[in-house]
């Protein structure tokens, strides 16, 4: 049926994605998440067990709990049941879009949502809510209607996978300084994976599921020869330092991978002050020279020592540095 004609049958608007019936005891819940994608709303689909069907609430900005959000949130209170429709993606001239009826939903009682980061129209960065649907009886599922994420896990998960050399960060800055510091940051992360691979050094990258969290956090370059993670800027700047030393900690409380060293990727050396504020971090830096070699600052009690990669005997492994921290 068209939006149209579920709106004659069973009330709700023909436009919102979240609608209310004032002739039903019903909130009519539309997903389109080909529509939803140019809104920043990826999340909308089957986990990959069919268990739950996630949706992503209404608003610009910070998604809150006003308007159709409330009504899915205090659907039972209110005595309504959460009924769920999917685009074909065929359209009819004149009636627009076509719907499937996917089936009577509620909400999941121990967690009925979560909330998580994604982009507006502007990508810029801003947080959603996930509603997470449990079916009341029998649904249509169809090929193609699974969530782009899984389903949140109550524990965390950790896996190397291969490094996606186009894969690159987005930044809550300007479109214009957020291009450039991604080209400079997958330029530099290229540079020296290939370094490290004409090492013979195995790398990837790890894919890390926090608990309760819908999007993994993917890292930078994880050198699995020597267990040494890093994490790349596109420059050497007080602000990218910080946020990747941030980083990194961040990571390390889900790693359950071999972590001998944790170490900041850097375009450039940064001051003397920063390299102090890396190394009291217990953290390692790696830097681009000007001739295109890697440089790096090692990590030894009382001491810091500038010295060539291609100089390093161990193949680039830091010190212990226990000691120092």
């Not at 993606?89 to 980061?117: C, S, T």
């Not at 819908?214 to 993670?229: A, F, S, V």
């Not at 390390?252 to 001998?260: P, T």
């Amino acid at each position: 049926m068209t939006r149209a004609e579920i709106s004659d049958l069973y009330g709700g608007s023909k436009f919102g994605g979240i609608e209310p019936s004032k002739s039903t005891p019903n909130v009519l819940v539309y997903s389109d998440p080909i529509e939803a994608e140019k809104h920043g709303y990826t999340f909308d689909g089957w986990s990959e067990d069919g268990d739950v069907y996630l949706y992503t609430g209404e608003g610009a900005g910070r998604q809150e709990f006003t308007g159709g959000n409330r009504s899915i949130r205090d659907h039972v209170e209110a005595g309504r049941t959460l009924r769920l429709f999917r685009t074909t993606g065929r359209k009819l001239k004149p009636g627009g879009k076509v719907h499937y009826y996917v089936g009577a939903f509620e909400l999941d009682k121990d967690r009925p949502y979560v909330r998580a980061d994604c982009p507006d129209k502007t990508k810029k960065m801003r947080s959603a809510i996930v509603f997470r649907l449990k079916p009341l009886g029998r649904v249509e599922r169809r090929d193609g209607d699974k969530a782009a994420t899984d389903d949140i896990s109550p524990t965390a998960e950790c896996s190397v996978v291969p490094v996606e050399r186009a894969n690159v960060k987005k930044f809550d800055v300007s479109p214009r300084e957020r291009g450039s510091a991604q080209r400079r940051e997958a330029d530099l992360t290229s540079r020296y994976q290939a370094w490290l691979e004409a090492q013979q050094h195995a790398v990837g990258r790890l894919c890390l599921r926090p608990p309760g969290d819908l999007r993994p956090l993917y890292t930078d370059i994880y050198d699995i020869t020597d267990g040494e993670l890093y994490e790349a800027k596109g420059a050497a700047e007080r602000d990218d330092i910080r946020m990747a030393v941030g980083q990194l900690l961040d990571y390390r409380r889900h790693i359950d991978v071999r972590l001998q060293q944790m170490t900041i990727l850097l375009p450039e050396r940064p001051s003397d002050d920063l390299v102090d504020f890396i190394t009291s971090c217990g953290m390692g830096c790696v830097y681009a020279t000007a001739s295109g070699a890697f440089d790096r600052v090692d990590v030894v009690p009382n001491l810091i020592l500038c010295r060539p990669l291609d100089q390093v005997a161990n193949k680039g492994k830091l010190p212990d540095s226990s000691a120092s921290r």
